[in-house]
T-cell receptor
């Protein structure tokens, strides 16, 4: 068990609606990350967190916000979903002793229609 | 700037062939970590290997081997005697700040 779960696993939403994706960990790790995966781009960082209420932007943060009010939960919100945000979203945690390797959640496939 | 290039978008081989996936990276850091991840059709990301910049020894794990060459900034991955179960997208990644930078991935298809 990797100790990290994402919800929902799949979602279809309409353009212009807000959407929130949840990442939950059971091991109280400090660092958490949100990536999106798109063909030809690999995984790109959206936002990351280094502690409760401590977050920062990544490479592709426009149109996204995050919140971390508890160590175990890292929420990603699409403020007004657009078709360009159709993607697979991965949450990751960084566990101590892994020499900076990440453990990933199972991903959320989001379709904006 | 941190950058990872996987020039091979897709590779198709027949079972039992050997295949090498290329990875070239760019970094100004003297200490860094390189990774390979596998993404099978089920979609999860599976960690395969981590290598730090001070350790240039090649590594072998079963049918998998990795060749790290700092002189050419490459960290290539070879699968020997490929199998259908090796079909997946493989990502090379470089740990930078604040995050890990990924290559675009190489889709490997192994045909029976």
């Amino acid at each position: 068990d990797a100790g990290i779960t994402q919800s929902p696993r799949h979602k279809v939403t309409e353009t212009g609606t807000p959407v929130t994706l949840r990442c939950h960990q059971t091991e109280n790790h400090r660092y958490m990350y949100w990536y999106r995966q798109d063909p030809g781009h690999g995984l790109r960082l959206i936002h990351y967190s280094y502690g409760v209420k401590d977050t920062d932007k990544g490479e592709v943060s426009d149109g996204y916000s995050v919140s971390r009010s508890k160590t175990e939960d890292f929420l990603l919100t699409l403020e007004s979903a657009t078709s360009s945000q159709t993607s697979v979203y991965f949450c990751a945690i960084r566990k101590p002793g892994q020499n900076y390797g990440y453990t990933f959640g199972s991903g959320t496939r989001l379709t904006v229609v | 700037a941190q950058k990872v290039t996987q020039a091979q978008t897709e590779i198709s081989v027949v079972e039992k062939e050997d295949v090498t996936l290329d990875c070239v990276y760019e970094t100004r850091d003297t200490t860094y970590y390189l990774f390979w991840y596998k993404q099978p059709p089920s979609g999860e990301l599976v960690f395969l290997i981590r290598r730090n910049s001070f350790d240039e020894q090649n590594e072998i794990s079963g049918r998998y081997s990795w060749n790290f060459q700092k002189s050419t900034s490459s960290f290539n991955f070879t699968i020997t005697a490929s199998q259908v179960v090796d079909s997946a997208v493989y990502f090379c990644a470089l740990k930078g700040y604040p995050d890990m930078r990924f290559g675009a991935g190489t889709r490997l298809t192994v045909k029976p």
